[in-house]
């Protein structure tokens, strides 16, 4: 034990979660240091490297914003687990409870009938003057009298070992699925630890909330079909419909939102998956409408309703407001809730707490002022060394300045600047946070930082409870007393141990009734399908570009200018139909000036058309794809993502002034990279109606460069060399195989048109296009697509091969080109029917 | 956005008909149009409304009223079947009564007392505390204090004072309808002293916010300027803007700094609030719709008025 505890720092002005004043480890400490002592060091080597593996392998990650670079943070987690024996657990239990209490009773009266200010309560200021302050969400009603369903917040511990809130989370918590994530690994690392101890589970704070927000939920259902006839009550044993919504992939905790979701069994979905009628919320879903009836919310409040909040929002459900109003669907929080997440509330809290529930404020904010109160303003500035000046209202983004960091200059600037908006800040006094041990991996020992706690807390019929356990937050090395997850804080598993035996609750839910599995494809939502539509597009075309682009260059490198004269301007239309290449200047009439471009262009514009980051070019292209991908990541394999993000990233790479090499060795990566990927949808995806649209997206992006490319090749000279028509089109093994000979027209279109076992010739695109959609008719009925397609895929197996299959045939031309015009109209049906945000 | 005449009409009618006509036309179909609408007139101790009638083509799939936190009665509606071209027309007529002249507003608080009572006695004005601070087109700020402080002399009566700054803001500022747009931010008015009755409604409650004082944003209607004789001319009139002080004595005091003068009974009351992101007539959230073209059109009409209205060629 001292071994490991040689370098521990102490620190008098601290208080110490591991050691005592007089250098004793702490009683729930013990059996911890007892277990390290005992062990070979290699054991703690092989958790930390558990760990490490298994944030990576379980995806978990912060996004950073603004930085696209750092969009897949690994999250940070330290082996060593926080413990808080129970005795000091009940305390801090009991003090949030009565916070939230508080919270929810000042949230009720100022959006209803604001006696606090009446009262005297309150200044007005704090209200009228607070950006958060929403005046559409006044009068708002609740079920049950409850406002803040989920709430959170920031304990920090003095040196005398009391615990402070340092800020309240009231508006759309996060960090409990992190929490819940950062449970499920480091139980794993130290199994036997955590039995002994007796560690209370997670489970039943996240059954609580499911269950509470379905309980309220159900009123809302209830509510909802009492208003109108047309929606049908809950069947028996029905369960409601919550939501989680979510800002989207790009929002710095997506990766907790999907976990979260996951876990506690509600749909994913964003703003524009939802649409408001006649007060109701509605879920759009491949088949049809559905009404939410709750919805748990991680958007901010004024970004939540485009027609009532702010206008400028994308993110938000127009009408949401309206139907908070009418008591049709639960939003937790409520909106307006991020009123209460202000710093310059905390002064009034005392008093608060005796008035409205008429008991003393259990525990303490850290000494705050709001610089709002001039009395306060004076006694800031005269104290600004003691002090730390934050923003008052999480409207302003400014990072916290500590008064005793600043030169003269510094410190007049920041004066002037609280005596220009004083209402706008708070100063809060600086409190040395206590230290808790950290596994330092490089020199294999117990080392110290600050921490944090964030405990959670949620609404149940029943009252508020507590999750036993929440997110220690572990400050940066560089400086003890800043602790942000944003700025690259560490965090760890709080554990609190339990009273007495407690029965064994695992975190995975084992029951998924035949129910569930029904579910989730009744809520695919139509975004998931669009999304996964021009996913499975963009990968074809991005396969097609790759391929193009290989086949330019190589005509370009093997033949002199005189020798692809016949087959290069057909290579070209084709760059110039991707738009990879620009196309040839008009005369007065409207004719095509034919361009003699130099070998030295073409190279430059196919180098360009790989690397550039203009439109239209293999590496926008594949960005494009890169960003659907990110926004179906809950429906991707690990692998699959990887590859994903391996390709899009090999693009940022070098090559200030990359080469034809340069280029022709990306094109071989990333069509290997596709190849694989293709591999994986057919492999690894479940043959859902999602896989279907994404299916489906591949073969008539497919489709459609076969009819383009068959229709400029056939009006190609007679003398033209099929073979690039082969490579690209990937059938030259095959051809090879079979006719070892130059290759001529009958065989070439028979095996890229009616050869039925090539899974490139468009009989086989056509046959599997006709399934997929026949499906999809079949469960949202159908509309005539499967009908068009097998009408096509007759007329092909009808054609003699001898009459139809060569140049000039007018039967095929116009076949290729109705075929075409038909992969254009079932993409557009499909998008009216079922990708279209205005919901059916 | 219209002034009125120099000289006011000698005996002026007190009914008024208002018809207010948006009309949207979108390059693609519509597939769903929600929108929000303030275009009920208020009623209050100096305008009574005779009529009101709200017109939507095509016709809505759902509407609902109620009464936003002003006060205003707003009125939400959509419309899912698809469209090309949407029209919203608000028709009404409004009985108003005279309003007190400032003769009979003497000797109204000192402005540095009042401000020093909002501060320390707010919760005797938790009225006027909604429309002291900043808001999302009114930010405070030094400038609009010091901007204001020429008419804000320390003590002066806080209706006179406001008088005094309506007829700054006049005198300074030119009305332009191309200097500004509705996302102009009151700091550049203030610099290009250019702009429209939105503008200087705005720019006059940051000046009194920034002292302290309480200001609403007022929208409405004012008759216009008509030759003698000559019809009305149908949608040549525009919605205007003005603002209401608070004052303890006489309550809330209308000022229109566009038309420098103490609002008197040429000016139809539609709805208050912090600025104009609270009371727009009309906003609202379309699917679809690509570019669109918007149209507006105006007609304020005294009651009585002989002169047969025309239509104004399109």
Redesign the interface.
């Known amino acids: 034990m001292s071994l490991l505890l040689t370098s521990y720092p102490r620190q008098p002005d601290r208080h110490d979660e591991l050691l005592t004043e007089t250098g004793e480890p702490r009683q729930h400490w013990q059996a911890l240091l007892e277990m390290l002592a005992m062990e070979a060091p290699a054991e703690m080597r092989e958790r930390a490297e558990s760990v490490r593996r298994q944030v990576r392998e379980n995806g978990v990650t912060y996004n950073v914003y603004a930085d696209t670079k750092g969009l897949q943070r690994p999250w940070d987690l330290d082996v060593l687990p926080f413990i808080l024996p129970h005795e000091e657990w009940a305390g801090i239990e009991s003090a949030i409870i009565q916070r939230a209490q508080l919270l929810n009773s000042i949230l009720l009266d100022v959006y209803g009938e604001?006696q606090l200010?009446?009262?005297?309560q309150l200044?007005?200021?704090l209200i009228?003057?607070h950006a958060g302050f929403l005046?559409?969400c006044?009068?708002i009603r609740h079920p049950d009298d409850i406002a803040l369903h989920f709430y959170a917040v920031d304990l920090a511990r003095s040196p005398d070992g009391s615990w402070w809130v340092v800020a309240d989370r009231t508006q759309a918590p996060s960090g409990a699925g992190y929490a819940l994530e950062n449970r499920t690994v480091i139980a794993s690392v130290f199994p036997d630890l955590f039995r002994d101890l007796n560690i209370q589970r997670l489970s039943g704070f996240f059954n609580s909330l499911r269950d509470s927000l379905n309980h309220w939920g159900r009123e809302c259902a209830q509510r909802q079909s009492a208003l109108d006839a047309r929606i049908a009550p809950l069947s028996v044993g029905e369960q409601p419909l919550t939501v989680l919504l979510t800002p989207g992939p790009y929002n710095e905790t997506y990766h907790e939102q999907s976990y979260l979701a996951g876990y506690l069994g509600f749909p994913l979905v964003q703003g524009n998956d939802l649409?408001?009628?006649?007060?109701v919320v509605w879920l759009k879903t491949l088949s049809g409408l559905k009404p939410v009836h709750a919805i748990l919310r991680r958007l901010d409040d004024d970004f939540c309703d485009?027609?009532?909040l702010n206008?400028d929002s994308v993110l938000g459900v127009?009408?949401l407001t309206?139907a908070a109003?009418r008591g049709n669907v639960l939003i937790a929080n409520s909106l307006g809730s991020n009123l209460l997440q202000s710093g310059a509330l905390l002064g009034f809290l005392p008093g608060l707490c005796e008035r409205l529930l008429g008991q003393p404020l259990q525990m303490p904010s850290v000494a705050t002022w709001w610089c709002g109160e001039p009395l306060a303003l004076q006694s800031v500035i005269a104290n600004l060394d003691t002090l730390v000046i934050k923003p008052a209202f999480p409207q302003i983004q400014e990072r916290p300045i500590f008064g005793a960091d600043l030169d003269a200059e510094a410190r007049a600037a920041l004066i002037e600047k609280l005596r220009?908006a004083p209402?706008n800040y708070i100063a809060q006094e600086m409190v040395n946070i206590s230290q808790a041990p950290v596994w330092d991996g490089h020199g294999q020992q117990v080392s110290a930082r600050a921490v944090g706690l964030r405990v959670y807390a949620c609404a149940t019929p029943q009252g508020y409870v507590v999750m036993p356990g929440g997110l220690t937050r572990v400050a940066t090395g560089l400086d003890n007393r800043v602790i942000t997850m944003q700025r690259g804080g560490t965090s760890k598993d709080t554990w609190v141990t339990a009273p007495h035996s407690m029965a064994y609750r695992s975190l995975i839910r084992h029951t998924t009734s035949s129910r569930d599995l029904v579910r989730s494809d009744a809520f695919l939502s139509s975004r998931m399908v669009e999304n996964l539509f021009w996913f499975g597009r963009y990968a074809v075309r991005n396969h097609h570009i790759a391929r193009l682009l290989r086949t330019a260059i190589h005509y370009l490198l093997e033949f002199s200018p005189e020798h692809r004269a016949v087959e290069w301007p057909t290579v070209q239309q084709l760059c110039v139909w991707y738009g990879l290449m620009p196309p040839d200047e008009e005369d007065d009439l409207g004719h095509a000036i034919p361009t003699t471009l130099s070998d030295e262009d073409i190279e430059a514009l196919l180098v360009a058309a790989v690397y550039d980051s203009g439109a239209n070019t293999l590496a926008s292209n594949v960005q494009h794809f890169f960003h659907l991908a990110f926004k179906l990541r809950e429906r991707l394999s690990d692998d699959n993502w990887r590859m994903i993000n391996q390709m899009s990233q090999r693009f940022g790479q070098g090559h200030a002034e990359p080469t034809l090499s340069d280029a022709l060795e990306q094109l071989d990566e990333t069509t290997l990279g596709l190849v694989t990927l293709a591999g994986f949808t057919l492999d690894g995806m479940t043959r859902d109606h999602g896989w279907r649209f994404l299916s489906i997206g591949r073969r008539i992006e497919r489709l459609q460069f076969l009819c383009i490319l068959l229709l400029r090749a056939l009006a190609m000279p007679v003398q033209a060399n099929l073979d690039w028509l082969l490579e690209l089109t990937d059938s030259i093994v095959t051809y090879r195989a079979r006719y070892s000979a130059q290759p001529e027209w009958l065989p070439v279109l028979d095996l890229l048109l009616m050869d039925e076992n090539n899974p490139n010739a468009m009989v086989f695109q056509l046959k599997g296009l006709a399934k997929y959609l026949g499906q999809i008719g079949a469960t949202y009925s159908s509309g005539g697509e499967a009908e068009r397609i097998s009408e096509l895929l007759t007329q092909l197996r009808g054609f003699d091969p001898d009459a139809t299959l060569c140049q000039g045939n007018i039967q095929l031309i116009n076949w290729l080109n109705a075929t075409y015009q038909a992969s254009l109209q079932v993409s557009n049906q499909l998008n009216l029917r079922f990708f279209?945000?205005?919901?059916r | 956005m219209t002034t009125l005449p120099s000289s006011k009409p000698t005996m002026p009618p007190l009914r008024y008909h208002v018809q207010h006509v948006t009309e949207y036309d979108y390059d693609h179909t519509v597939?769903?149009s929600?929108?929000?609408l303030h275009l009920t007139p208020r009623d209050s101790a100096y305008q009574q409304c005779l009529y009101h009638q709200i017109r939507i083509s095509p016709a809505p799939?759902?509407s609902?009223e109620?009464a936003?936190?002003?006060g205003n009665q707003s009125r939400?509606f959509?419309i899912?079947a698809p469209h090309e071209a949407l029209r919203v027309s608000a028709e009404f007529s409004v009985q108003l009564s005279a309003r007190p002249t400032m003769d009979s507003l003497p000797a109204s608080t000192p402005w540095t007392v009042l401000r020093d009572m909002l501060q320390e006695q707010?919760?005797q004005h938790?009225e006027a505390?909604?429309y002291?601070?900043?808001s999302p087109k009114v930010p405070c700020s030094?400038a609009l204090a010091d901007y204001a402080s020429l008419a804000f002399t320390p003590d002066r009566p806080i209706l006179d004072a406001s008088l005094a700054l309506t007829q700054q803001i006049y005198h300074d500022f030119e009305y332009d309808a191309d200097a500004t747009d509705v996302s102009t931010p009151l700091h550049e008015v203030l610099h290009n002293k250019r702009g429209v009755c939105q503008d200087f409604a705005h720019l006059m409650a940051g000046c009194l916010r920034s002292l302290g004082l309480a200001c609403r944003y007022v929208s409405g209607y004012i008759l216009t300027n008509r030759d003698a004789g000559q019809p009305a001319l149908i949608g040549a009139d525009a919605s205007h803007a003005w603002v209401s002080v608070y004052c303890p004595q006489y309550g809330w005091v209308d000022f229109d700094p566009t038309n420098n003068c103490l609002v008197q009974h040429e000016h139809v009351t539609m709805a208050w609030g912090r600025d104009y992101?609270?009371v727009s007539p009309m906003?609202?959230?379309v699917?679809?719709g690509g570019g669109q073209r918007l149209k507006v059109s105006v007609t304020v009409t005294a009651i009585g008025d002989r002169a047969p209205a025309v239509q104004l060629p399109l």
């Open positions: 604001q200010l009446q009262q005297e200044p007005p200021s009228h003057g005046r559409p006044h009068g649409t408001v009628r006649n007060g485009p027609l009532e206008a127009a009408g309206d109003r220009q209402q279209s945000y205005s919901g | 597939t769903l929600q929108q929000l799939s759902e609902a109620h936003d936190f002003f939400c959509a899912y707010a919760s938790l505390c909604a002291l601070y900043g030094p992101t609270d906003r609202g959230v699917l679809g």
